[in-house]
T-cell receptor, first 112, second 116 residues
């Protein structure tokens, strides 16, 4: 099975930088995904990592260390609209259905 | 945005009644999934499908059944709804996810189901 941990809540200030961590345990790692979910809405895909290192996409970056079972999502120049939940999800190569296992999500509150 | 439509968007029903939720996609993706999302539990997989008439159980499948008679439609049925099945239900779709391939899942807007 898989075990995915991320902080439940975080608070940050508009214009600042915030790092949301995710640790995981899996028998056969085959990719890690980050999703953003605004309250009352569907999750939307943000980023994907399968190799070690940093993937940058505008204000958002995601980092992966497979040896440590660790990822983080970095949000720069925070805006009020970044207030949302951020979901970490892991895909295991043992599954043939492209299935994901999700962490409980981190609720980020951005304050003025 | 991925073409995924869930219906109904909201439903209130009574314990013991049957309920069917529908997910319709226009992307011709092979894989379809049903999740439920509850406070403190995140997204949990109920059932998934890897092709027409091909389905399998997820983490929390008890009390739920699914059917996929066409590529574009994936139905989730609660045969006899219970209050513990009050939740937000999300459908998702994806293309085939081979080794290392990106292929994220894309989600519908969700169905808010209340069972009284």
């Amino acid at each position: 099975g898989q075990n995915i941990d991320q902080p439940t809540e975080m608070t940050a200030t508009e214009g600042a930088i915030v790092q949301i961590n995710c640790t995981y345990q899996t028998s056969g790692f085959n990719g890690l995904f980050w999703y953003q979910q605004h309250a009352g809405e569907a999750p939307t895909f943000l980023s994907y990592n399968v190799l070690d290192g940093l993937e940058e996409k505008g204000r958002f970056s995601s980092f992966l260390s497979r040896s440590k079972g660790y990822s983080y999502l970095l949000l720069k120049e925070l805006q009020m609209k970044d207030s949302a939940s951020y979901l970490c999800a892991v895909r295991d190569w043992n599954n043939a259905g492209n299935m994901l296992t999700f962490g409980g999500g981190t609720r980020l509150m951005v304050k003025p | 945005d991925a073409g995924i439509t869930q219906s109904p968007r909201h439903k209130v029903t009574e314990t013991g009644t049957p309920v069917t939720l529908r997910c319709h996609q226009t992307e011709n993706h092979r894989y379809m999934y049903w999740y439920r999302q509850d406070p403190g539990h995140g997204l949990r997989l109920i059932h998934y499908s890897y092709g027409v008439k091909d389905t399998d159980k997820g983490e929390v499948s008890d009390g739920y059944s699914v059917s996929r008679s066409k590529t574009e439609d994936f139905l989730l049925t609660l045969e006899s709804a219970t209050s513990s099945q009050t939740s937000v239900y999300f459908c998702a779709i994806s293309e085939s996810g081979g080794q290392g391939l990106r292929q994220p899942q894309h989600f519908g807007d969700g169905t808010r189901l209340s069972i009284l």
